[in-house]
């Protein structure tokens, strides 16, 4: 049974100033484990990889119905999985398959979210 979708997109130009000012983005948005991934790439797929968490977590609020707020940030963690596709992990929300696409364009990256009863 579905739950909830959702959808966002982001200009990338707007995370890299966001990046560019100071690391508070990265640690307000990004859990520790999500941090030391961002680290090691190259600047310009930090900002995408950033930019894709950060839709994929606020698709994943609007999913739900929650907004942000009521859920936070580090409640949430994408890794990817053996064949690179991302896939979200939420506190409490062991009875929910979440599915989870993220994409990037030269200005924007877009994240889906759908909520699936298990």
């Known amino acids: 049974m579905i739950l909830g979708t ?3 997109i ?3 130009k707007r995370i890299k100033r966001l990046l560019e000012k100071n690391d ?3 640690e307000r948005v990004l859990t520790k ?3 030391e991934k ?4 190259p600047v310009h797929r930090r900002v995408e990889y950033a930019a894709g968490r950060f839709a994929a977590k606020e698709a994943f609020a609007k999913a739900n ?3 942000i707020g009521k859920i936070g940030f580090q409640q949430m ?4 999985n053996l064949n690179g596709a991302p896939e979200m992990q939420v506190e409490g929300m062991d009875d929910i398959q979440i599915h989870l696409s993220i994409s990037h364009s030269r200005e924007h990256a877009v ?3 759908l909520l699936e009863k298990r």
């Open 6 to 8: 959702g959808i966002d």
């Open 10 to 12: 982001i200009e990338l």
């Open 24 to 26: 508070r983005f990265l």
């Open 33 to 35: 484990a999500e941090q």
């Open 38 to 41: 961002a680290i090691d790439l």
């Open 65 to 67: 119905g929650t907004g």
């Open 77 to 80: 963690e994408i890794k990817n």
């Open 111 to 113: 994240a889906q979210v």
